[in-house]
């Protein structure tokens, strides 16, 4: 039997497990939370659900420091980013409480000229859901999903990461102790048989899922023959456009951040840089001293800003990455070592469109450096990619700003700015990087019955 197991990125150690959920335990779980749905749901008033869910936030904030403790063993976080995202996850919650009654009210339709009586459009929760998170974010991820589902009132079935039993036990004692009642949160350590098992049971009316294009086509063919609703967030491989700029140094650094963040695992981070030919030089130089000076550490140290990766298993799969894009013909400029779980800052050029490499995601500290001529060549290649999620245009002019995030194929666009990220701002894709938005108002349109009610 498979098992949710915390192994410590930095040391190897295996520091706890715990057996996978049997499959009466998964029965119970599917109908815990389909009864919060008939009873709690459908009595509890939008005021109500509000209150529980600034509670959350309340308690993500008093719990930070164990909170943060544990994903920096389960997945390697450095500390201060761990402590960061336990506030960035309360953070949501507590937008969603705020907007609750926002997302929740009557929306009036003009009828034309003629018509008699009323139209609206009334938001109802559709019933349980189920969420299969990643390991890279283990508290914001599940608070995006879960923030604004339980705020229109739908329940909550979660599976989380193997590697993050702890965090995905936490999170649900939190929503206890907030006061949300048995079955309204339930978290289950499900196989991935399992998981399908819980899509296809007909008290579950739909699935989000935040990973991998692998589990999210696994995921959307059961949940498509099973006529279920699907939200994926996917992978991406963010271009960062440099065009212009009078501060290049401060370029560079927003660059290394973009890229850097979480380790370099995070699906929106900057991962391909598309600078153009007059700035290329000096840009690669300068990004290329500024990454190697950030050494891996010790994820505890407050001071230390790159951590392992997740796993030996996702650094030996990175290098493995690096090595068969130089194989392919890119150029090392500089990094490339892996010691265990830890692996260097990497710096690659010369990447061309044969090199499997061009089309791939790399998920750790990686970036990939182009030169282009002019404006329409970056373009060109920041959309030549299966993946469509965010992008970063950086420029002096502001028209120049504007034309090239109405170009790029992206779900996001940040112009001159990175990591911004914020509860109010929707979070998605297209193409490969998937089919839905979370945060903002709209991630709370993702799984309700949008019902007409039209009075004559």
């Avoid at 929106?268 to 000096?282: G, P």
């Avoid at 990455?321 to 090392?332: D, E, I, M, N, S």
């Avoid at 750790?364 to 920041?382: H, I, K, R």
């Amino acid at each position: 039997m498979t098992e949710y197991a915390v192994v410590d990125p930095a040391t190897g150690e295996t520091v706890a497990s715990y057996p996978t959920a049997t499959d009466e335990q998964v029965e119970q779980a599917i109908a815990a939370a389909s009864a919060a749905h008939r009873g709690w749901s459908r009595s509890s008033t939008v005021q109500e659900r509000a209150a529980l869910l600034r509670r959350v936030a309340e308690l993500h904030r008093e719990r930070k420091d164990e909170l943060a403790a544990l994903i920096v063993r389960e997945m390697g976080k450095t500390v201060t980013a761990a402590e960061g995202e336990v506030d960035f996850a309360a953070d949501i919650y507590e937008y969603n409480a705020d907007n609750a009654e926002t997302v929740t009210a009557d929306q009036p339709i003009d009828l034309v000229e003629g018509s008699q009586g009323t139209a609206v459009i009334r938001r109802a929760s559709l019933g349980p859901l189920l969420g299969v998170m990643p390991w890279n974010f283990p508290y914001y991820q599940v608070a995006r999903f879960a923030g604004p589902n339980l705020a229109v009132g739908n329940t909550i079935v979660l599976k989380h990461a193997p590697q993050c039993p702890e965090s995905a036990a936490a999170i649900e004692q939190v929503f206890l102790d907030a006061g949300f009642p048995e079955g309204a949160y339930v978290n289950v350590y499900a196989s991935n048989d399992q998981a399908a098992t819980i899509i296809a049971d007909p008290r579950v009316q739909g699935v989000s899922l935040t990973g991998s294009e692998r589990a999210g086509t696994a995921v959307a063919e059961v949940a498509g023959r099973h006529l279920k609703k699907v939200a994926l967030e996917l992978g991406g491989s963010d271009p960062f456009v440099l065009l212009s700029t009078d501060d290049l140094d401060g370029a560079v650094s927003a660059a290394v951040e973009a890229r850097m963040d979480n380790s370099g695992q995070s699906c929106n981070a900057a991962k391909r840089f598309v600078v153009h030919t007059d700035l290329y030089e000096d840009f690669l130089a300068k990004m290329t001293a500024a990454m190697t000076a950030i050494v891996p550490a010790d994820p505890t140290k407050a001071e230390t800003e790159l951590g392992p990766l997740s796993s030996l298993r996702a650094a030996e799969t990175l290098d493995a990455q690096v090595q068969r894009a130089v194989a392919h013909g890119a150029t090392l400029v500089a990094g490339g070592t892996r010691t265990g779980a830890f692996f260097e800052p990497t710096v690659l050029t010369d990447v061309t469109p044969d090199n499997p490499a061009y089309g791939e995601e790399f998920f750790g500290p990686v970036a990939v450096v182009y030169s282009v001529p002019d404006e329409d060549a970056a373009v060109e290649l920041a959309n030549d990619t299966g993946f469509g999620l965010g992008s970063y245009v950086f420029t002096t002019d502001p028209a120049q700003g504007e034309r090239v995030a109405d170009r790029i194929e992206a779900g996001m666009v940040y112009v001159n700015l990175v990591l911004a990220d914020s509860p109010e701002l929707p979070f998605g894709g297209v193409k490969r990087s998937g089919t839905s938005r979370e945060m903002g108002l709209l991630a709370a349109d993702e799984f309700v019955n949008k019902k007409l009610v039209r009075i004559g």
